[in-house]
Nanobody, 120 residues
Framework: VRLVESGGGLVQPGGSLRLSCAAS????????MSWYRQAPGKERELVAA????????YYADSMKGRFTISRDNAKNTVYLQMNSLKPEDTAVYYC??????????????WGKGTLVTVSS
C-alpha cells in the first residue's frame, strides 16, 4: 500500500497550490479520502475529506471557500486545490485513506506528507 503526496512547495501569501495524492496497493474507489495537516508545534488537524464515490465533501471551517478536495477514481488520485493561501497554512500536508467495513473493522492508510510553506 502506498499513498504518495506531491505538489507542495513555497508559495507567496495569496497564492495557490494543488496537492496530489497517488494511491496504490488497495481498492482506492472503496475508501474515503481526506487531507490532514500538521504545523510545527501543533497537532495534526483535518483539512478536508471526500467520500469514496466523491459525492460528498467536508471542510474544516478555516478552509471553507479556499480549499477544494476532489478525486479521480480512474487515476487513483485525490487532490487538494488550495487558493488564497495564508502564512498560517504552512504545514506538512498528509493524505489518508479510510474504510469502515463494520463497527470493529476499520482500515486506514497514511502518506508521508508534503511540505507547504506560505511566505513572502
Amino acid at each position: 500500500v502506498r499513498l504518495v503526496e506531491s505538489g507542495g512547495g513555497l508559495v507567496q501569501p495569496g497564492g495557490s497550490l494543488r496537492l496530489s495524492c497517488a494511491a496504490s496497493g488497495f481498492t482506492f474507489s472503496s475508501y474515503a479520502m481526506s487531507w490532514y495537516r500538521q504545523a510545527p508545534g501543533k497537532e495534526r488537524e483535518l483539512v478536508a475529506a471526500i467520500t469514496s464515490g466523491g459525492g460528498s465533501t467536508y471542510y474544516a471551517d478555516s478552509m471553507k471557500g479556499r480549499f477544494t478536495i476532489s478525486r479521480d477514481n480512474a487515476k487513483n488520485t485525490v487532490y487538494l486545490q488550495m487558493n488564497s493561501l495564508k502564512p498560517e497554512d504552512t504545514a506538512v500536508y498528509y493524505c489518508k485513506a479510510a474504510r469502515r467495513d463494520s463497527p470493529s473493522l476499520y482500515t486506514e492508510y497514511w502518506g508521508k506528507g508534503t511540505l507547504v510553506t506560505v511566505s513572502s
